[in-house]
């Protein structure tokens, strides 16, 4: 049963109830539309809108119902070109009559009613006939970049025609040969950069078209003025261009690497947990309302799939602050899961690289807990994370975590000794070291390439660092230096390149006996030393066949924002940047990696992760347990 709302268009809602957006087919109409009240589980065929909010600074006036509301102009040109297209006809079935619009369906000054709708959220956009998307108004060139999106497909797809998956898709490098061979355009033809601007558009970086493309129902479709789009042509486009090598160029917008990740999760045949949508959209999507990082991904979370069994610390609540919420859900996962994957993007210590990325600075957020706020810096610029999302086949449940090779304390439960809430987090663990020496591989906010270029330099200081504190007096220990160091350096993550142990010791061999041939360092002298040429041969026999480049990108992966460590024990490692001499290498109970905390009076300040060579493989689980008070 329809209510039509004659006075206050935002009267109370029912339990159970939303507005719909009626659009006017009378072009003569004031009115682009009528809001109307019905309950959710007998609602007429609607379409759900994802769109972005667009600056608040510009506005216009759109009449509903009789009354004026002063919207975003994005907003009102989508309204307007939806009516149009509800007015002329289109090739959308059922025929666009009924509309749900956040930002108009939703009384955005009502707290209460807003974390009421937003728990309604999958239900809204699951029970409805697709999603709709709306980029915004179009200047004129995104029909162009339309097209060269249509032509990607059409290359996958001849060279695909039976691939149902984008993992079936080769992984291949990015060649000009390959590219010249395609049949898509040359680099210079202006196609790229109009589809570069298109997918640079503010909608592609939005939190909540997570879920408002991963419920649709249907195959979503994009609006262009009175064109429509399907959404599985881009996603197939995104995961050709990733598995071809070409997402690595600069000619091509980060944003595709955003549907790609939408894609993953609309594939899963399971629910993600909470945990793991929170980690692949945290550093790739940005929202008005910082709550929303959390928010907006809870109608597709595991946890939540029932409406009425939602976990108190997951019930949307827009009055409680920011840092309450994020405190809230990651002391939930800390109780109900065990693992301290979460503390993967722990806000810190003041003055690091990691605060000085962000938008926004959470002053009561506590040093331990998860900042999923707004970074500056897109994913070039952001630290790679020592946790992983375990998603290889889309039939199999996806899990957050650690890599299997991280065991450091993984197999103690983690002992959480206070379950009162609060800002100070106190667990089981142990101090396994003082840090006495550090080599900074990043100083300053710079992107990965920037990195890349000083890599050689800081891998050289590392390697003198490390050679003065293991001091390897023979062949074995010269072979044992270089495993330890090229580990560390590496984060011991060759499996993401595919490679094995073996194969990424011989590439970073190479690496290593490439950059000492170079010239007559300090490093060079310790390595080549005449008083001991045998290990040298040694190390040349154990390179053959390694590629220096496989090594070189993946220790520019790991390396970059942290630092080379030396431990009171003798032990090497690599942290984050702003670890300090004088700092504690910790093991926590739970944890596949170490952490490194900060001593202040009795209590200790969170810095981050730490790969610390010697105890990744649970060699610390022996020493003593202390109580770890960390705030």
Not at 149 to 167: C, K, M, W
Not at 228 to 246: D, I, M, S
Request: charged share 20%; net charge neutral; proline share 4%.
């Amino acid at each position: 049963m329809i209510q039509r709302l004659e006075n206050n268009p935002y009267s109370q809602l029912p339990p159970g109830h939303i507005r719909l957006l009626r659009i006017s087919r009378n072009a003569s109409d004031k009115n682009v539309g009528y809001l109307e009240v019905v309950p959710l589980e007998e609602a007429p065929p609607f379409y759900a809108l994802s769109h972005t909010w667009g600056t608040h600074t510009c506005k216009q006036d759109v009449q509903i119902h009789g009354h004026i509301l002063n919207i975003t102009a994005e907003l009102a040109c989508g309204i307007r070109n939806f009516q149009q297209l509800a007015i002329n006809g289109s090739a959308l079935d059922p025929p666009l009559l009924y509309m749900w619009i956040d930002n108009l369906c939703v009384d955005q000054n009502n707290i209460p009613e807003r974390s009421t709708q937003v728990g309604l959220m999958r239900k809204i956009y699951s029970r409805s006939v697709r999603t709709l998307i709306w980029l915004g108004v179009d200047h004129g060139s995104h029909s162009t970049g339309w097209d060269l999106v249509d032509q990607i497909y059409a290359e996958f797809r001849s060279l695909h025609p039976t691939v149902s998956n984008p993992g079936q898709i080769p992984v291949k490098a990015y060649s000009d040969a390959s590219h010249a061979v395609s049949k898509l355009p040359a680099w210079d033809n202006e196609a790229w950069g109009q589809m570069k601007s298109l997918l640079d558009l503010p909608w592609f970086t939005r939190i909540w078209i997570v879920q408002e493309v991963v419920l649709s129902s249907r195959d979503p479709i994009i609006v262009n003025a009175q064109r429509l789009f399907p959404w599985h042509r881009l996603e197939w486009a995104a995961g050709w261009l990733r598995r071809n090598g070409y997402l690595r160029l600069s000619r091509l917008s980060k944003n595709f690497l955003n549907v790609n990740t939408i894609s993953n999760i609309r594939r899963s045949q399971s629910l993600w947990p909470l945990d793991a949508l929170l980690s692949c959209t945290q550093i790739k999507f940005n929202a008005t309302n910082q709550r929303d990082k959390v928010y907006a991904v809870l109608g597709i979370a595991a946890e939540c799939e029932n409406s009425a069994e939602v976990p108190e610390a997951l019930r949307p609540d827009y009055s409680l602050e920011t840092e309450e919420i994020y405190q809230r859900v990651a002391r939930f996962f800390l109780e109900r899961n065990g693992s301290l994957a979460i503390l993967t993007r722990a806000r810190g210590t003041a003055g690091s690289l990691s605060r000085k990325q962000r938008l926004h600075d959470l002053e009561k957020l506590p040093s331990w807990a998860p900042d999923w706020s707004d970074y500056r810096a897109s994913n070039n610029g952001i630290r790679t994370s020592f946790s992983w999302i375990h998603y290889t086949k889309t039939e199999e449940p996806v899990k957050f975590g650690f890599p299997k090779q991280y065991s450091a304390a993984i197999d103690k439960r983690l002992k959480l000794l206070d379950n009162q809430g609060g800002s100070t987090l106190t667990v089981g663990g142990a101090l396994v070291g003082e840090i006495v020496q550090r080599v900074s591989f990043s100083n300053n906010e710079e992107t990965k390439e920037e990195f890349g270029s000083s890599l050689d330099s800081k891998i050289e200081s590392t390697w003198n660092l490390a050679f003065s504190a293991l001091k390897p007096t023979d062949e074995g220990g010269l072979e044992r230096l270089a495993a330890c160091l090229l580990k560390v350096t590496t984060a011991d993550q060759h499996e993401l390149t595919g490679r094995t142990w073996e194969q990424s010791f011989k590439d970073g061999l190479t690496y290593i006996l490439s950059l000492f041939d170079r010239a007559n360092t300090n490093a060079t002298a310790r390595l080549a030393g005449s008083d001991n040429p045998q290990a040298v041969a040694h190390l040349r026999r154990l390179a053959s066949g390694g590629n220096a480049e496989e090594y070189r990108v993946l220790a520019g992966t790991f390396c970059f924002n942290r630092c080379f460590i030396v431990t009171s024990a003798g032990h090497i490692g690599i942290g984050t940047s702003d670890a300090q001499v004088g700092d504690y290498a910790s093991i926590i109970f739970g944890s596949g990696v170490l952490y490194v905390i900060r001593r202040t009076g009795q209590e200790f300040t969170f810095v981050g992760e730490l790969y610390l060579d010697g105890y990744m493989e649970g060699q610390g689980l022996h020493v003593q347990e202390q109580i770890l008070r960390l705030t």
